[in-house]
């Protein structure tokens, strides 16, 4: 092609043809002008579209976590769910001696859940940097309830590792036989706890302070996982369906 327009550039030179050649090198400059403005253009779409494919990308491993994470929400609400029946028995119990509480489930009391999710620990720097102002106000706005629920989450493992097990041990509450591997099909299995110390520690002005910020915060724990929980579906739902 370059050959060609060569080739017209010296004949016509060739011809004294001045006003001609003058009118072919503006066609040609155009024509130069043309092939770079359709090679710019060519270039930024091929851009734009490298540019989506990669928040595509992005979206979809961020709703792969979600979904991780709506599983591992459950799995805690199901766990602090068993807890707050035990905590209100208890609770109960102390104003109403009526109150059954089931003596299988009493370990319950020195149990605490987990909160580890995965979202915003794998996409929080990547977040930032999503063109869709909508999308990245969204996880932004999820990752924040995230980081309630993380707070609270801390609050309510402190008051059970740091000082409701204290306590049971110190009252000598744990049931070191029900850590002695007994055939099951002859015994009945022991509890962690013993239950006659609980009931007597039931009147211990200590003890029911301690059930008292058990409740507390493993009742925010599990509002704000709750609260997650729906944010997750609709946060899931709202990706979906800008990738769709």
């Keep these: 092609m370059i050959k060609f327009f ?5 004949n016509l ?13 503006v066609g040609e400059i155009i024509l130069v002008v043309i092939g770079i403005l359709i090679a710019l253009s060519i270039n930024n779409w091929n851009e734009e579209r490298n540019n989506f494919q990669k928040q595509e990308l ?9 979904k991780l994470d ?17 905590i209100d028995n208890l609770i ?3 104003f109403d001696n009526k109150t059954r509480l089931s003596i299988e489930s009493i370990g319950l009391i020195r149990y605490s859940s987990d909160f580890r999710p995965i979202s915003q620990r794998n996409h929080s720097e ?3 940097s999503l063109e869709d102002d909508f999308i990245r106000k969204l996880l932004q706005s999820y990752f924040l309830k995230e980081d309630q629920v993380t707070d609270i989450f801390i609050e309510y493992i402190d008051i059970v590792h740091n000082k409701i097990r204290p306590y049971l041990s110190d009252v000598g ?22 239950p006659e110390i609980l009931l007597e520690q039931l009147n211990n002005m200590k003890f029911q302070q301690l059930l008292y910020e058990r409740k507390i915060k493993t009742n925010s724990f599990e ?11 609709e946060l899931i739902k709202s990706l979906s369906l800008m990738i769709n």
């Design 223 to 233: 509002n704000l996982l709750n609260e997650l929980k729906i944010q997750n579906q």
């Design 173 to 194: 509450m744990h049931n070191l036989k029900s850590l002695y591997n007994q055939d099951s099909s002859t015994q009945k299995a022991e509890v962690p706890l013993n």
């Design 58 to 66: 992005l979206t979809k491993n961020i709703i792969e976590d979600l």
């Design 92 to 94: 109960s119990k102390i």
């Design 6 to 10: 060569r080739k017209i550039r010296q």
């Design 13 to 25: 030179l060739t011809k004294n043809k001045n006003s001609e050649y003058l009118k072919y090198a």
């Design 126 to 128: 990547s977040v930032s």
């Design 70 to 86: 709506f599983i591992h929400i459950n799995k805690s609400l199901s766990e602090v769910s068993g807890q707050m029946n035990l």
